[in-house]
């Protein structure tokens, strides 16, 4: 089997998890649970659940525990583009290629669609409780996905991302970094270091998870960046050189070309190095590289 | 002391614990932690927390356990208060005299910071296995905490009610019993509960105090609909009749004013019988007695 037919596979494994734990569309509040489900279906990579997965089963873990957290990361995700495609943030009406939440269930469910995925995913890790009584790793587990994702993680990403486009502030590398690793990285973060928690990894093993994390995070990002100067337009599916032409401040507008190439291409190697150190199977190997190499 | 003196002291206490679960406001997040902290510290009753405190208290719970949920709580009620006031809400602008988060932050922050309050809530919540690590009552308080704050809760409620207004849907009795049962005494249930099962409290005790906080939750709105057609404007602060101008079906609208004051003297007595049954302290019953007998 080759990486993509892997790949598919395990997207598919992941939809079933998922699918497991979306709530049932009844009763009064139909409505806000339809469009929950709407969004969680639009499709997407499933990356941060294969994440979560891969880190699992690389440390050994065993037994059911790590699906309720697949799917809460995959809901908490998913209430953030919700959220960031509203009128008052993004204003998105498509997100791949499908109508957004509020432009199908209008803004104020889409508001309240956002907020119970968000509720929901914490109602969905829940029930590891349930599979694992009394376990301090699961608790360790609950305690990351709520950290990663909130006003010290990817929350506090966003604010600071409409905070300088909102005062088109001249970003700093400093900032810009920030945003990085908050808006992109935390969660990526998040699927490592809970799968290694819940396998039963170590301190050291899921320190090295999270660094493995923030340099896929970054990369990936530092990459969005090259690619908007270097890219493919027929590849990409979008215009090229639009960060310059909104005058957004990027890594490769601050730093240039060649030392964002040289950087992105460090994260990267380091990623893959530690990932190699941790004894990673092939295909989560390939997964990351894909991640971080991609051209579109 | 006197129960006004005794309610202004524990209001008291119970701001300090919020006050010491609160993040601090830094990094390049500080905005969004502002607005999280600005709408969190705009005031109210404290009602949530205090009735969790009461019940927590009243079956010999020990310990700081139940200050992180206290905490959690309040900012869940917080945060729902500042999605309902944004203009795709309710659009109101000011709260408790105070402008509301969108108008001070903008839209893009307030839905930022009502997220930000969400998640902050489980992230607060998880303090607990600090305090009692691997303890199943804690596992189960954070499981109601969510449930009762999701869409099978509150925000099941928020959505009926919401698709009531722009549908223009005639309400039935039955669907205006949900409104008020998720929307106002799920998180009620919750503040009760969580303090019985943090206690040590069995089933049947917890099954009590999830009893009373429906009577509790659904009595107090019933008591604002009659209010709306008896009540003296100079305490109310409000004009009257106005559900009846803006043609709202209410609980006296569908039953008639005498059959509305009927079921709300029957709520709210069988809440202080069975309080008095479980030997609630005079406060806690005082307590009830002032929120389901108000006139303003």
Redesign the interface.
Known sequence: MNFNEELANKVTEIEEVIGEYL?KEE???K???EA?NYSVLAGGKRLRPMLMMEAFNMYGGQGEVVKPFMAALEMIHT??LV?DD????DNDEYRRGRKTTHVVY????A??A???L???A??TA?KA?QIR????AV?KA??IL??K????GM??????D??AE?RQEKLTLE?LL??HE?KTAALIQSALTIGAVLAGANEKQVATMEQIGYNIGVAFQIQDDILDVTGDINKLGKPIGSDEKNNKATYVTLVGLEEAKKEQKRLSEEAIRLLKEEHAQEFFIELVQSLITRES
């Open positions: 709530p009763g009064n509040q409505v806000v649970l929950m209430y953030s959220h509203l009128p008052a943030m209008g803004e104020a469910m508001i309240l956002g907020d119970g968000l509720n929901y914490f109602e829940v409780f009584p009394a376990d301090q608790e609950f305690s709520a950290k994702a909130g006003a010290f929350i506090g990403g966003q604010c600071a409409i905070l909102v900032k920030f945003i908050k």
